[in-house]
């Protein structure tokens, strides 16, 4: 019971803060979703409640001028809260496609901007991907919530106004009759009977819901390697491999098997829970309506209610059979849709693993900067091997120096550690003395310009690449280019330094591995002298280091003498 109360309440939590959320991002969204519902449950109550007073009039005194005058208001009517409902419709279609943006721009600012740590986390990836799936299959979450919230004002005005349309019905007895349909007992059993299929719709729609939150639990490994061998296919910077090695069979297999185990299966499943679902509706829906017609009409032949109030009664009646039933699916529906709004809030508010302290650098005139690794040991998460085992060293910035050692060995993580994509579990690194995690971390991170062996260059202009922002000194790049030897390539190219890499803008170069590589130095040149650190590079190879031999070293091994140079790989300062 406590648990459930608990649980209730951080439902109103995440419900209020998905309000707000909406509100501040798109704050014309709310209002137009509430006057758009009023208007949609309003306008077919204009069309039952005149035409029985026109029916009314017809089987009554028959006056052409209040005949014309109702068909007239009628009409009016109708065309006004249609247009208006539109306009509400379209301002609510822009804001939801804002918020569909704005939602999603939240989440990649945290995954551009959350510590490295959590990047690397499966986890982290897994939330994404459920918040991603819900939204794409099963239409649910922070975005689905205007649309729920609609339905449910919807229809919450629908049950009020075919309550207030209805209400003489049931007040309608006569003294005078004894007949079955005058009794005050069948308008209970009547209402007790829009009751349970009321019941019985939510209780079907509660069940799927939950069935399908928790077969997307047992969907997502599959969704997962789908979508990956379905970018396989789509990313041509695999197609060489592909080829080379007639890759195609293996990756259609696997993209095969997953679609038959994973989509197929979950579609059928869906389908037939479903198709049971909406049948059991559709059998109760018409055995209602056949009671609303012989309970209204048999009212009508003991002569308690008018012919035209036969109309208003029946449009009233099925409006609230359906109204009530879908009032409480909506409910439902939004209650279900908040583990997904809470999902997604959950995902914003992932920590961040790191101290960051708040120490200016030190600017030293002498440039004089030391680092040193104090017994430094460093498990990955979730790996029980140590990467590094109790390393200590000392090196002078500004210096050259060698990190050597296999395939393995420790030497980008060595590098990761220094510029604290990651910190030890145990030792520490210091700066001047000084425990990094103390320094602020961005003037920290300014101290390091790293070429890594995966390293990335993106879609991009070239200059863009190089500086790392839109605006950027075109010379200075330039001469970094020229520094890392790939200037004379980048005049070649039609725009120069305005020429976007890779093939996704129609002129789009592609480069060599070669070239891309000498780009990605020049991008650590340029830092470098942007902001007068005293750079530190990392190598991938050894393909511009002469007089290199095998070693080896089975752990890194740190050394200045870069005469004397490695094994599988190197690390250079
Ligand atoms: N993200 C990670 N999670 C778990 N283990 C990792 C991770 N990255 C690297 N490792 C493991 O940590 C060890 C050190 O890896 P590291 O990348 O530092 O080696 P390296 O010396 O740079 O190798 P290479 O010369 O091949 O680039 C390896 O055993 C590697 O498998």
Redesign the pocket.
Known sequence: MKVHIQQSKLKWHYLWRGLRFIHAKVPSLLPSVALGALLKAFSPFITIYLTARIIDELFGARSAAYLAWLAAVTVILNLIVYLLQKAMERIKDMGEFRLLYFGSFEMDQLILNTDYENV?KPDFHLKKQKIDEAANMNRRGIWQLPELISSFIANLCIVAFAVTLSIPLFLALSVHSDSFFNSPWLSLLFLALILCSSLYSVRSNARFSKWAFHKMDAMMPINRAFSFYGHLMQDHQLGKDIRIYQEQKLIKKAYDDFNRRGMVSFCFDISRRQGRFWAGSAALSALISGFVYLFVGMKALIGLISIGSVVQYVGAISQFTTGFSELITSATDIWQDLDYVELYFKFLDTPNPKYKGTLPIEKRNDNEYEIEFRNVSFK?PG?GIY?LKDLSLKLKIGEHFAVV?R???????FIKLLTRLYDPQEGKILLNGIDIQKYDYQEYLQLFSVVF?DFKLFAFSVGQNVAADVHYDKERAMECLDKAGVGDRIRKMSKDLDTPLYKIDADGVEISGGEAQKIAIARALYKDEMNQPRHLIRLPNLRSIPNSRKLPATK?RFTSRTDFLPA??VTIF
């Open positions: 690397e990955y790996s990467a050692g395939n393995g060995s420790g030497k980008t993580t062996q890194p599988a790989s």
